[in-house]
């Protein structure tokens, strides 16, 4: 995938696309990836970088929702669960299984949780991951050997996916250009064209790289913009009543030592009634998140003191080490786009279930959600868009639809030895024919972290990476697990992607200055 074969593709189109995407993240991405199988002709256009907004900066888990259940949204965690499942036979380059202990205090705890959690492995019948059951007080110290002991009577355990969710969505943006879609970042969806009788035919964008105005015609728009949802909308009805109520999450990371072992901490009910998880990833440890409503979104979201501290707080009373602001490597913030229910008063009462909206002009919304249900989303939607356009009449083909890498990838085994790379599936003999040709490109790009320079090249050559950011952010994950040590690498990404895009000495300043700004964001100040 390259940006200026992208753009060669918008400018030989010489007709209305059948479809045409705003928004490029997993929601945008797979609608595309949906359109585009079912052979529709589709044009996706994504402000920023693919994943930039929330689908980057998600807990990174595929799964039902255990708190849904307690709510008694059967019918919502089924589906997920079943999403999970085919999530895990689509991509098992990137999905794996984890286990989650619910530590227990209180003597009604084990059977409560017990039987609860027996539900949602039953729930998830065909698609189950791993069996649920009660744990004694040894068997949980053996699955969390970090755990505080102090008045510890047992746990829980249940079995959920984990994914990284940035390389995961990269893979699909992949996926959709192999089915034909075009793909391209860095455009922005500036306005929405009508024809005569007022309904929505396309699209005003403009190349952010460039600042280049553009016009995109389409039988039918998508605004898959998550948490930007109503303002696209706007941009079609003026007078359109919002439907998104911003919620943000945060997660803050540590080293490995926090949470020795290969579980997760999953707490139900912290002292203010929040989901906490304390997960190991990429060989470090995330904790998060939180629930608070904001009134305005950015794509770059910040942590208040107010959510560091409350993860801090409650990650303190669960793990013997207590965390602090000097352990936190990185801290990262996103934005829910849940969607509005009437009367709702707290957004834990806000719908976690998708919608997909058409409004007077024609323009089709789709949001809410999870990440997990991505595909089901992209599904409903293109159903209800291709009826709406009047396009030929195909079914979904993306129950059981090989997502990019997947394609005899490593397996257990073989993805030990392949290390940090295991997460590019088949893509690594990419990286590995790089190597061949040059072999500095084997040296890591800092001790503290595994990537290699060769990811860098791979990044910009076959991933669209435009940026220090891009690369350090999302095509690798270097920002989101340590920040100051994704600064130290920052150079040295700058000066490959310069020699890989061609970049004069003023614009690697630029580029670099950019991320800086950006990476001051993940850094706690002690
Ligand atoms: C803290 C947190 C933790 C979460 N954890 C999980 C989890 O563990 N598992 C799970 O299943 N779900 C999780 N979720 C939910 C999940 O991450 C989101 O539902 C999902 O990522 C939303 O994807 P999206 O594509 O709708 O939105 P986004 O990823 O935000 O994508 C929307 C995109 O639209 C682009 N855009 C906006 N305006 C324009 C425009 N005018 N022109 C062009 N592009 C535009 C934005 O730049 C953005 O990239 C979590 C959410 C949060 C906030």
Redesign the pocket.
């Known amino acids: 995938m390259n940006r200026t074969d992208m753009w060669r593709r918008i400018e030989a189109h010489p007709k209305a696309w059948d479809m045409i995407v ?7 991405v797979g609608v595309a990836i949906d359109a585009a199988a079912r052979g529709y002709d589709v044009l996706l ?4 970088d ?6 980057s ?7 039902g929702g255990v708190r849904y259940l307690e709510q008694g949204n059967i019918g919502l965690v089924m589906d997920a669960l079943k999403e999970r499942g085919l999530l895990l036979q689509n991509a098992p380059h990137l999905v794996h299984d984890l286990a989650f202990v619910v530590p227990n205090y209180d003597w009604w705890e084990a059977p409560f949780y017990g039987l609860g959690l027996k539900l949602y492995q039953l729930l998830a019948g065909k698609y189950g991951f791993g069996t649920s059951r009660i744990l004694s007080r040894e068997e949980t110290l053996q699955y969390l050997p970090t755990l505080k002991t102090e008045g510890l009577r047992g746990g829980a355990v249940y079995y959920d996916g984990q994914f990284d ?1 940035a390389r995961l969505l990269i893979h699909m943006v992949a996926t959709a250009f192999e089915q034909g879609a075009t793909l391209l970042n860095y ?4 306005g929405l064209t009508k024809d005569a009788k007022g309904f929505v035919d396309g699209v005003e964008a403009r190349d952010v790289e460039t600042g280049n105005e553009f016009r995109a015609a389409a039988k039918v728009v998508v605004n ?5 949802t109503d ?2 909308r706007l941009k079609a009805e003026p007078a359109a009543e919002s439907m998104i109520v911003p919620s ?4 803050l990371v540590f080293d490995a030592s926090f949470l020795q072992g290969n579980s997760a901490i999953m707490v139900p009910h912290t002292n203010d009634g929040r989901v906490l998880f304390a997960i190991p990833w990429h060989g470090h440890t995330l904790v ?2 939180t629930d608070t409503p904001v009134a305005a979104v950015t ?1 770059e979201p910040a942590a208040t003191e107010k959510e560091i501290d409350f993860v801090l707080a409650t990650a303190g009373q669960y793990l013997t080490k207590t965390p602090t602001r000097k352990d936190v490597l990185s801290v990262f913030a ?4 849940l969607v509005r229910a009437a009367d709702a008063a707290s957004t834990a009462a806000l719908s976690r279930d998708h919608v997909i909206q058409i409004d007077r002009s024609g323009l089709v919304t789709v ?1 809410g ?6 595909r089901h989303m992209a599904e409903d939607c293109v159903d209800q868009a291709a009826a709406l356009a009047q396009l030929p009449d195909r079914p979904c083909p993306t129950h059981h639809f090989a997502i990019h890498g997947s394609h005899g990838f490593a397996k257990e085994e073989d993805a030990k030895e392949l290390g940090s790379l295991d997460v590019y599936g088949s893509d690594v003999h990419e990286i590995r024919k790089l190597i061949a040709t040059d072999a500095r490109l084997s040296e890591p790009l800092h001790t503290a972290l595994p990537y290699l320079k060769a990811e860098v090249i791979w990044a910009a050559r076959g991933e669209m990476a435009r940026t220090v950011e891009d690369v350090l952010a999302r095509r690798t994950r270097a920002l989101f697990l340590n920040a100051r040590v994704a600064v130290e690498m920052a150079p040295a990404v700058a000066e490959l992607m310069a020699s890989e895009l061609g970049w004069d000495t003023a614009h690697r300043a630029k580029k670099l200055d950019a991320f800086l700004r950006v990476a001051s964001n993940y850094v706690l100040s002690s």
């Open positions: 705003v928004g490029g993240g997993a929601t945008g256009l994504e402000q920023s693919f994943g930039k907004g929330t689908s900066r998600s807990t990174k888990l595929a799964h969710d455009a922005e969806v500036t898959a913009t998550g948490a930007f303002l696209v943000q999450g945060i997660h998060g998140t794509l996103g934005v829910r786009p949001c959600g999870k990440w997990t249900t991505y």
